[in-house]
Each structure stands twice: as C-alpha cells, then as structure tokens.
C-alpha cells in the first residue's frame, strides 16, 4: 500500500459479479453485486468467508485464513474438496468493463493499462478485515504490530536500512574506541620518557633539563632538537660512537620490552575462542549476512501459505517454516551480540599488535645499521605481524582470524624469545665494545633519550591524528544513521498521530459518550521498531487497552484502526470487506458501526458478512429507515452442501420470507420459518421485559417454554396494553397454540390451512410491531425503578403494574 | 532496494532525510553528495553503499563543511 498524491484519480472500478467455480467451500457460485456494497448472511459454514477468500486470491494470491496454521496451504487446501486445483476459476466482472477477468492457479488477471493500477493497489492493500485479525493485531507483541503497520504503510523495506546504519555506526565507534586507545599507549610511551609531562611545552622543557645538565643549552622549540642533539653527539669522541651507543642502548631497550609485551599481545590477539563462540550460533559464516533474506523469507512465508519452503523447494509444514525461521533469527541475534564483542576485541587487539610492530620495525632496522643483523625470525615475524593487521582492521572480514591466531603462536614461540634475547646480547656486547668514555656515555644516553622522545612523540602524533579521523568517521556516520531513524520515526508517529484523530473520530462515533477513548498509536522512542497502543480508561490516561477494555471495545478499536487506515491509504482502492467482524457489538454499537461505515465509506464498495441474523435484520431496518437502500444488496446463504455449494437468496428477514413462502405456496416451509420466528421473539421479549422462565441446559428455549410465563406475565402487569389490543392477543393465544404441531407434526401441518399459517404469521409480525420501537431500534424493556415499558428515548412507554 | 517513488511515505521519508541531514551540516559537500546519490539510486542502506560512504568520509579531509 503506497500514498497515493491522489491528484489525478480515475474512475474506480466497482465488481458488478463474482463468480467462483471450484474453490475452498463452493462449487459453481455467482454473486450479483451490480457495483453495489452487500450484506451477506449466513449461518457458520454456510460459505461466506469462501468468497472472501476467493477475493483475496483474485487480487493477493494469498488466503489470509491460512497464513501461519500449520500444514495448510494455497496449493493443497484452496480448491475445492471434490475438485483439483486446475478446476480453480474466480472471474470478477467489473461495472463498465465488457469482459471478467479471471483468476487461476496457471494464470493471474491481465489487466489493461488503465485498470492496472487497480490490480496493484489490490495486491499492495490490505481491504480485507477478519474478526481473528482484529484481535490478533491488538493482542501481537509491539514489534510484531510495527512490522504489521510497516507492510499497511509500504516502509517494511526502511527497516533493514535503518539496522545496516545503524550496525555501521556501532562498528565505527568501536574504530574510534580502539584508535582513542592507541592514542593512550602512545601517550604513556611518552610519560614512560618524560614522567610528569602531559603536554609538548613540559615535554619540551623535560628534554631541555637533560640538555642544561649535560651544558648544552635549552631548546627554545621542537625544531631546534636535531640541531642541539648534533651538538651533543660532538661532546663525544668519536661523535659517532655516541650516536651507535645510542642506537645500540634503544636496540637493547626495545628488545626488552617486545619480550615483556609478548605474552600479553599474545593473549590479546588470540581470538580463536570468542570466534568458536559466535560460530556456535552460526551454521556457516555465510549467514552472519542471512539476517535480512530470513526476514524476507518470514514474510513470503506468511504472506504465501505453501508448505514448500521460497528457499529451498523442500516441502515442510508453514508452522514448521516459520519456526526454523524464527530458530535462526534468534541465532542471528545472539550471533549479532557475540560478533559486537569479538568486533570490539579485535579493535583492542589491533592496537596493542601495532604497538610491538612498531617496536620490530625499529629493531630490525637498528640490527641491520648498527649490528649489521638481518635476521630471518624476525623478518618473517614481521610479516606475520603485517598480515595480522591487515586481519584485525574493521574493514577486514570479521570472521577472519587465522593471521592473528598465527602471530600469537610466532609470540609464543621459542624462536622469537631467542631472536630478541640474542639482539638484546647482542646490543649490550657491542655498546660494551665502544668503551665510551663517561662523558661520551652521558652523551650516547643523551642522544638515545632525544631520539626515543621524538620518535615516540611522532607516533603519537600519527595516532592522535587516527583517533580524531576515526571519531570524525564515527560522528558523521552517527550523524546518518541517527538522521534516518529519527526521520522515519517521526514520519511514522506523524502518520499516526493524522491516524489519531480520525480512530478516535470513528471510535467515539461508536462509543459515543463513553469513558474509554483516547486512542494513540505509540512509537517506542527506545526501540527502533516497536508500536504501542495507549488509551484512556475513565480518568486513567496511557493504559494498554488491553488491561481493562471489553472485547466488544477492543473489536471496535480494532475496527477503528483498519478503517482508519484503509481510509488514509486505501483511497484509490474501491473495495472493503468485513468478515464477521461484528460478532460482539450489541444492538446500538451495532448501529453505530453501520452509520460510520456508511457516512465515512459511502464511496467504497462495502462487503459486509455476519452470521448474526438479528445484526443483519437491524442492518437492513436501518439502511431502509436511512434510504440507502439502493445502495446495498442483501443476500442470503442459506444451505449449503459439498455437492452443491452454498445456496443463496436475496435476503429477506424471516417473516418476510414466510410471507414469500406462502405466496409460492410453500406452505409447510412457511409453517417451520414461522416457528423458529415466534420462538425467536418470545425468546427476545421474555429478555427485554425480564420474565422468568424455566432455565435450560441448552440456549435455545421451545415454544411451550416460553408462551406461557410470556402471556400470564403481560397479562398481569401489561393490562392495559393487553386490553386495548385485545384482539391481538386473543387471536395470538389460539393461533400460537397450533404452532407446535404446525411444524412438528408433518402431517397435521400439510393437512392445515395455509391460511392458518398466515394468520399465524401475522400475528407474529403484529406482536414484535407492538415491543418495538423503530426510532430507537430496539424491543421496549422493562425498568424496575420506574415500572415503566419502554424505549430508549421514551417513544413508547406503558406502566407495568 | 526500491528508488525512492514521489508521493510515498517511504520517498517522503528519504527526501526529508536528506533535507533534515543536510541541515545538520555534519557531512561535507562531497560526503552528502554521495548519500544523496545513493538515495536516488536506490542504493542507500546496501552494505556495499554504507562502505563507500564512509571510505568518501575517510578520505575527506574537510570537516563539518555545510553541503
């Protein structure tokens, strides 16, 4: 579902018929809509919700009732049970179009250019509102319900973007983590030097005490150094012997200390472990990048019930499918949180390897000039080092370690421990061998300080530099990343907060005064992707509606989100339909609900099922007293068989239909409706007026049952009713009398006169006329404070004495 | 991924993404030019387009210029 900018929109194509040949519960139907919203009644299992389904797979190719329930599928379970799946055909006939277009299991509709942009709308939008989806969207978990709303709005596709940057975010401030942290080891290098100096000016004057001591004089800045450090090397004899004993002291220092780092960067970049911990979680490296097409895959799932798996083709129950899914998402998660920690070692590997990489760098390159050295270990020890940088940068794959694992082991190893003591053996001899002088060995510590403090200064220098690029990289990413999620989540909340004001328009048009309201669509500003429902519960404000509404209360939220959102989104999409969704309104919140659909959706085409009979027959009374009429088909299922599918009418309430059975002269028929009438509204009127009656196992209560406390309970308290319409209720006695064996005994009822039956009939239709308020909708009730029969608003009121 | 359509929410989303990141003159002329592109290219969010982003951005040696 798009939104749409609505600026040039064609005419929208309504369904003038249905047709649906061997599909879930019919055989060969047609339904007669002539561009018209329809009410479709039927008793459960008469094949109402079969041509919604049929619908669905017209315009989705999805049957909504399947998604998720395990070894259900389109494939096996769509067609009808005495028929195949090539026997599929749903035509739909659009008003003005001159041909159908037909959907089957081979091949789906071919719209023209002009109708194609309804075919899409169709297969993007949701019109489709079961009574299971109502509740199953206000019960889902808040992430659950965001991945809901996102497919309704067409953003689902944002929410692995926003994961993938914001992931880049995290991993670039680990970058900058482990750059800030080289930076602190290459300052404390410095301090080691120069104790008690934290900035260059102390330094400076650190190194300008060593030069005042020894009578050369202070350096007036860092530039001058090399200049007076030239100065220093001359007090010496031979100058350059100072500068070899200096070389040679650094050579033996920085021996020492790649021999005390050893085991520690040997540890630190030993990752083998916490690899083996996140491959625990992970069949194969390849599916770290799975995270994405398993949820692209849930989501084909749900939304094409098969029981092949859209991966691989193997055949597995949907239940199954989503569980695995579901198995392997949360590996990935775990796998997520475990890569975020060996991500994160790495970094502080790599500062401490290039630590004592610098350190071999520099005693290779001392060995070679001073001691001409050039020794095979530490070379290959070099590049071992290098390639296990170049393993442990963040660019590199992170599932990579062998180099950093191989390092350590060359760490750890007898041959690099005998290298660096034998050059360290080495160093010592030979400064030995220079037989300085005092003087000349105060000069050679001189130089070698000097030297030590620049060179460190400098690879400070160079990693501060890295740490400001890599918390500049950081921050910007930040930046992108917090932008795009902020942005989505404000267009979001901004959509639902337009959404707000017209749930709670449609809500309070249906609860009207009543002390639950308030409803807002809430996203969780903690989390990325997590919707909350709040509202106001008398005067408690944000509750979960969950936690005190009715269920009638929470179908109409239900209800007042979908349509809000079919109406923001929906609008160029003409269709609508309500399967039994409705179930648990009673007779005014009913009444409400048809005003709303019908004020606020007078431009869709409405398709409304119950199996409520007594909702539809107040429907219809109400669509009639609104004159809307011409703008509804009802229709009736009223049989169905596997050999025949359902059977269906025009819709007519039953003493209607009984008067329709008479005039055919389907008398015996028109006998057994007339029955199931007057038991009805026996059954009604003994509610409304509070008259007892014997109490039954069973929820339906016979005739015998009823009449009796029904008539001596009017008679007593109603006299006045009762006496001025005495001969109502006389004729009624007698006639009602003969109703039992009317319709249970066969043959005394096709031996009766067709013209008792009608009598009977009409008196029925004379006493529910009496209890019945046509303003208010409703039968009068009895009110014991009052004792008062009446309506709602009074239009009828009698004293009940 | 999807160019960017006009008149959707997610389109929307995008065009005030780059409006709101710009206004926030974090990123270099350069450095928003290349999300920017990769918005309108369809590419934006790809692993392979946040890796470019931020090899432009190590690269960059300006900071905090207003694209």
């Not at chain 1, 770290?288 to 749900?302: G, H, I, M, P, S």
């Not at chain 1, 220098?461 to 992108?480: F, G, L, M």
């Not at chain 1, 003493?655 to 015996?668: A, G, M």
Request: with cysteine; net charge negative.
């Amino acid at each position: 579902m798009r939104i749409q900018s609505g600026s040039s929109r064609k005419a929208i194509p309504k369904i003038a018929t249905l047709n649906v040949s061997k599909f879930r519960g019919i055989v060969d139907s047609t339904l007669r809509l002539d561009g018209k919203s329809a009410v479709i009644h039927g008793e459960s299992g008469s094949g109402k919700s079969s041509f919604v389904a049929a619908l669905s797979f017209f315009y989705k190719s999805t049957l909504p009732g399947f998604v998720g329930i395990q070894e259900l599928s389109l494939a096996k379970h769509a067609h009808h049970v005495s028929a195949s799946q090539s026997d599929v055909r749903i035509e739909v006939l659009f008003e003005g179009c001159p041909d159908p277009f037909c959907r089957t299991f081979d091949a789906e509709p071919q719209p023209s250019d002009g109708l194609s942009g309804h075919f899409e709308l169709g297969r993007q939008c949701h019109f489709i509102l079961r009574r299971a989806d109502l509740l199953d969207f206000i019960e889902a978990r808040p992430a659950d319900r965001f991945d809901a709303i996102a497919i309704l709005i067409g953003i689902e596709g944002l929410s692995p973007i926003d994961l993938l940057w914001q992931k880049a975010a995290k991993d670039s401030l680990q970058g900058a983590t482990g750059a800030a942290q080289m930076a602190r080891l290459k300052q404390q290098e410095l301090a080691d030097l120069i104790p008690n100096a934290p900035d260059d000016q102390s330094r400076l004057r650190g190194i300008g005490d060593r030069l005042e001591d020894f009578g050369v004089q202070r350096p007036k800045d860092w530039s001058s150094l090399p200049g007076l450090r030239a100065k220093v090397a001359q007090q010496a004899t031979p100058p350059d012997t100072a500068n070899r004993t200096a070389e040679l002291a650094k050579l033996a220092r920085l021996c020492g200390e790649i021999l005390q780092l050893r085991q520690s960067v040997a540890s630190s970049i030993d990752l083998e472990e916490k690899l083996r911990r996140v491959r625990a979680e992970l069949a194969t490296e390849t599916q770290l990048t799975l995270l994405d097409l398993l949820q692209l895959a849930e989501r084909l799932v749900k939304e094409r019930p098969a029981d092949d798996c859209p991966l691989c083709g193997s055949v597995v129950g949907v239940e199954e499918l989503l569980s695995r899914i579901h198995k392997k998402k949360q590996a990935l998660l775990v796998a997520s949180e475990l890569a975020d920690d060996l991500r994160g070692s790495k970094a502080k590997a790599l500062a401490k390897l290039q630590n004592i990489k610098e350190r071999m760098s520099e005693v290779q390159r001392i060995a070679s000039q001073a001691v001409g050295i050039q020794d095979e270990v530490l070379h290959s020890s070099l590049k071992s080092a290098e390639l296990a940088e170049n393993q442990l940068s963040p660019t590199a794959n992170l599932l990579s370690v062998q180099a950093a694992t191989s390092f350590s082991q060359t760490l750890n190893s007898g041959g690099f421990e005998k290298c660096f003591r034998n050059l360290e053996t080495t160093a010592d001899k030979a400064q030995n061998d220079c037989r300085l002088s005092e003087r000349g060995q105060q000069a050679a510590d001189l130089i070698s300080f000097i030297d030590n403090v620049l060179a460190a200064r400098e690879r400070l220098r160079e990693a501060t530099s890295q740490q400001q690029k890599a918390e500049e990289i950081a921050a910007k990413v930040k930046v992108i990343a917090d932008t795009f999620t902020q942005v989505k989540r404000e267009e979001v909340q901004y959509i639902f907060d337009q959404l707000e004001s017209r749930i709670a328009t449609y809500y309070t048009f249906v609860h009207k005064g009543e002390p639950t309201s308030g409803h807002r669509l809430e996203l969780d500003e903690a989390r990325r992707a997590s919707l909350y429902i709040r509202s106001q519960f008398h005067d408690v404000r944000d509750v979960d509606p969950r936690a005190y509404h009715s269920e009638g209360h929470l179908d109409s939220l239900g209800l007042a989100i979908f349509l809000a959102f079919a109406q923001q989104f929906n609008a160029g999409f003409p269709l609508l339909i309500l399967d039994d969704v409705v179930a648990t309104t009673d007779a005014q919140h009913m009444e409400r609900t048809c005003q709303l659909l019908l004020e606020h959706f007078s431009d869709k085409q409405l398709i409304i099922t119950s199996h409520d009979r007594w909702w539809t027959e107040r429907l219809r009374e109400w669509i009639n007293r609104k004159g809307k009429s011409q703008q509804f088909k009802f229709i009736e299922l009223y049989d169905w068989s596997v050999q025949f599918g359902p059977k269906m009418n025009e819709y007519l309430p039953r003493l209607d239909r009984v008067f329709q059975l008479l005039d055919n002269n389907q008398k015996e028929e028109a006998a057994g409706l007339s029955r199931h009438c007057l038991e009805w509204l026996l059954n009604e009127l003994t509610i409304a007026l509070e008259i007892p009656v014997a109490r039954s196992r069973f929820p339906s209560y016979d005739l015998s049952t009823l009449m009796s406390p029904f008539f001596s309970t009017v008679k007593k308290h109603l006299k006045g009713v009762v006496a001025s319409n005495a001969d109502l209720f006389s004729d009624f006695e007698s006639i009602a009398s003969a109703a039992n064996p009317l319709t249970h005994y066969n043959e005394w009822a096709q031996n009766a006169p067709k013209a008792l039956v009608r009598e009977l009939a009409e008196n029925i239709k004379a006493l529910q006329d009496l209890l019945y308020c046509d303003k208010c909708g409703e039968f009068l009730t009895y009110n014991k404070l009052t004792s008062k029969v009446s309506c709602r608003k009074g239009c009828k009121t009698w004293d009940y004495k | 991924m999807p160019q960017p359509e006009t008149g959707t929410l997610s389109g929307r989303i995008y065009r005030k993404f780059l409006t709101e990141l710009a206004a926030r003159r974090a990123l270099s002329e350069n450095e928003y030019a290349t999300v920017e592109e990769a918005v309108n290219a369809g590419t934006f969010g790809t692993e392979a387009s946040i890796e470019n982003t931020i090899r432009i951005i190590e690269k960059s040696d300006t900071e905090n210029s207003n694209p």
